[in-house]
């Protein structure tokens, strides 16, 4: 079945620092591939998409590439903020009518000054 | 644009008790969504909404669970009689032709 696996946190980096949250996904076919985060108190929102291999999506100074070869969906930044500080959700939907969302358990970021 | 309206925020109720939550999604999102998020892990579908039709309810527990979405507008998740277990955030989502809209959750604890 499908299925996402995220490295476990918390991610405890100090401000400017590079950010890599690792994602792997086990998945038939060619599904989208997703990287949402949540902040304290706040709903779910969408940080980037990749819809196909070697897409690279992108948003707020984040950064993943779509790697069929590897299976990877890895969430980069290079510079952190204390403002960036949040819950990070890799996720994959097959794009059909369906449109279900599958998530990885989350990665706590904590982001010091 | 109005966000997915989700009540109550917050419930606690003791076990066997029953429990409902509300969902308004964006005005004019045809699908609607239930996720169950329990500390520590990402969230589970629990039933998706094409209008007021269910495309795919595996993975609701149906002895407890139920839900409905009358008129294809709003939803009502119910658990009757919850249990330890149950004790989770419930994300409702809505979707028209793009990405996924999540409200903020209502967040049950069962003693």
């Known amino acids: 079945g499908n299925s996402v696996t995220q490295m476990e946190g918390p991610v405890t980096l100090s401000e400017e620092a590079f950010l890599t949250i690792n994602c792997t996904y086990t998945a038939t076919g060619y599904p989208s591939l997703f990287w949402y985060v949540q902040y304290p108190g706040e709903g779910l929102q969408l940080l980037l998409k990749a819809t196909k291999a070697d897409d690279k999506g992108s948003n707020k100074g984040f950064e993943a590439t779509y790697r069929k070869e590897t299976t990877s969906f890895h969430l980069e930044k290079g510079s952190v903020q204390v403002s960036d500080s949040a819950v990070y959700f890799c996720a994959l939907s097959r794009m059909d009518s369906s449109y279900k969302l599958i998530f990885g358990s989350g990665t706590r970021l904590l982001v010091r000054p | 644009e109005a966000g997915v309206a989700q009540s109550p925020r917050y419930k606690i109720i003791e076990k066997r008790q029953s429990v409902a939550f509300w969902c308004n999604p964006i005005?004019?999102?045809?699908?609607l969504y239930w996720y169950q998020q329990i500390l520590g892990q990402g969230p589970k579908l629990l039933i998706q909404f094409q209008n007021n039709g269910v495309v795919d309810d595996s993975q609701l527990p149906k002895d407890r669970f139920s839900a409905e979405r009358l008129k294809g507008v709003d939803s009502t998740l119910k658990i009757q009689p919850a249990k330890l277990e149950d004790s989770a955030v419930y994300l409702c989502?809505?979707?028209?032709?793009?990405?996924?809209?999540f409200g903020e959750g209502s967040r049950l604890t069962v003693l």
């Open positions: 005005s004019g999102h045809a699908t």
């Open positions: 989502a809505s979707r028209g032709t793009g990405e996924l809209f």
